[in-house]
């Protein structure tokens, strides 16, 4: 199986700071990436498919990069609502998720 | 509108089996996976397998293989999730979401599952 290393674990930013989580695939998996915001009590929620494209009606705060084996999330100014754990999840070969990355208001 | 409704709580013994359904509806049943995913006390979201319910056939997470199988009854727009020979790191929440093969679009409440003597 493929596997997604995630990092940071846990990252504490200020309201409007700018937000970079990394993912990177053990193989080439062109742009077979979603990135999902998941918060206590909620269904995790797709923000961006195929790597790069935002999910309708989510902000532009969010986005996404990359290709083969190397992705980022962007979030360019963070937000009190941000509050929740991200996951980068690749489907370039099954499905798998990355570890997380909790994010909180410092 | 989508909705995925899953069973109840459940509490196991080490070795047994645990079968958990998932009641599709406000959609074709037959047009989107459904994909099985679980989270363990304080961890991430763990992939199990994916089921196909037009064709009735399953994928599973190398991981599972030989412990897992999913099913579907086609009638009640239901799929199964049954995990056997549980141990205790099996302890976890456990929901199926729907959605392209690659995607987890619509997600169920979630089933806790406790394994515990």
Known sequence: DIQMTQSPSSLSASVGDRVTI???ATQDI???VNWYQHKPGKAPKVLIYDASNLETGVPSRF???GSGSDFTF???SLQPEDVATYYCQQYGDLVTFGGGTRVEIK | QVQLVQSGAEVKKPGASVKISCKASGYSFTSFYIHWVRQAPGQGLEWMGIFNPGRG????AQKFKGRV???????TTTVNLELSSLRY???AFYYCATG???SCYHWGQGTPVTVSS
């Not at chain 2, 056939?57 to 599973?60: E, F, I, K, Q």
């Not at chain 2, 199988?69 to 009638?75: F, H, L, P, Q, V």
């Open chain 2, 69 to 75: 199988a999913m099913t579907r009854d086609t009638s």
């Open chain 2, 100 to 102: 392209y093969f690659g």
């Open chain 1, 30 to 32: 062109r742009n077979s």
């Open chain 2, 57 to 60: 056939n399953a994928t599973y």
């Open chain 2, 89 to 91: 790191d099996d302890t």
């Open chain 1, 22 to 24: 990394t993912c990177q």
């Open chain 1, 74 to 76: 962007t979030i360019s």
């Open chain 1, 63 to 65: 986005s996404g990069t």
